[in-house]
T-cell receptor, first 113, second 112 residues
Framework: DQQVKQNSPSLSVQEGRISILNCDYTNSMFDYFLWYKKYPAEGPTFLISISSIKDKNEDGRFTVFLNKSAKHLSLHIVPSQPGDSAVYFCAASAEEYGNKLVFGAGTILRVKS | DAGVTQSPTHLIKTRGQQVTLRCSPKSGHDTVSWYQQALGQGPQFIFQYYEEEERQRGNFPDRFSGHQFPNYSSELNVNALLLGDSALYLC???????????FGPGTRLLVL
């Protein structure tokens, strides 16, 4: 039962343009959502998060949008840089479940210069 | 300020053997969670430790066990290794009262 889905295995974007990574979830108990970036041979690096009481959170070039009615969230990276090329994971947690993270399968982002 | 550290970085074992992986949490953190990441998949939650007790457990067999020490560091033990246990094992630390977890670099386990 895949509760968090990232339906795009990969995304290719030109440097300077916007990257939009999408994530869908099925469990309405999820109340906290996170995005991680992962380079090969490294652990996931925390990027940005959003609580279910908000619909938007910004941190520099990164913005996360949450649409609770659609059970959908997205990560916007503007402007995209070649160093952003990595695997991006969406994760969700619920206080009800002790804040264990449930991850999507990841999206490979390639930013072309 | 040291982040999450894990040892060893790589490990090769044969079927049936036992393995112990180690994790030191980020300074100030009191909670450690372990995840298994198979190739091409997202990390899967194994279990979480707080105050030296297992607090949450994912869908993993009893062959997977752990421990947390008074200094908050943690160990993951896997007995009777199977080929399917080959994966990247990630440790994440956090504060018990907060949702955001910070990951270490992982231990790559290969079972032959």
């Amino acid at each position: 039962d895949q509760q968090v889905k990232q339906n795009s295995p990969s995304l290719s974007v030109q440097e300077g343009r916007i990257s939009i990574l999408n994530c869908d979830y099925t469990n309405s108990m999820f109340d906290y959502f996170l995005w991680y970036k992962k380079y090969p041979a490294e652990g996931p690096t925390f990027l940005i998060s959003i609580s279910s009481i908000k619909d938007k959170n910004e941190d520099g070039r990164f913005t996360v949008f949450l649409n609770k009615s659609a059970k959908h969230l997205s990560l916007h990276i503007v402007p995209s840089q070649p160093g952003d090329s990595a695997v991006y994971f969406c994760a969700a947690s619920a206080e009800e479940y002790g804040n264990k993270l449930v991850f999507g399968a990841g999206t490979i982002l390639r930013v072309k210069s | 300020d040291a982040g999450v550290t894990q040892s060893p970085t790589h490990l090769i074992k044969t079927r049936g053997q036992q393995v112990t992986l180690r994790c030191s949490p980020k300074s100030g953190h009191d909670t450690v969670s372990w995840y298994q990441q198979a190739l091409g998949q997202g990390p899967q939650f194994i279990f979480q430790y707080y105050e030296e007790e297992e607090r949450q457990r994912g869908n993993f067999p009893d062959r997977f066990s752990g421990h947390q020490f008074p200094n908050y560091s943690s160990e993951l033990n896997v007995n009777a290794l199977l080929l399917g246990d080959s994966a990247l094992y990630l440790c994440a630390s956090s504060l018990w009262i907060e949702e955001t977890q910070y990951f270490g670099p992982g231990t790559r386990l290969l079972v032959l």
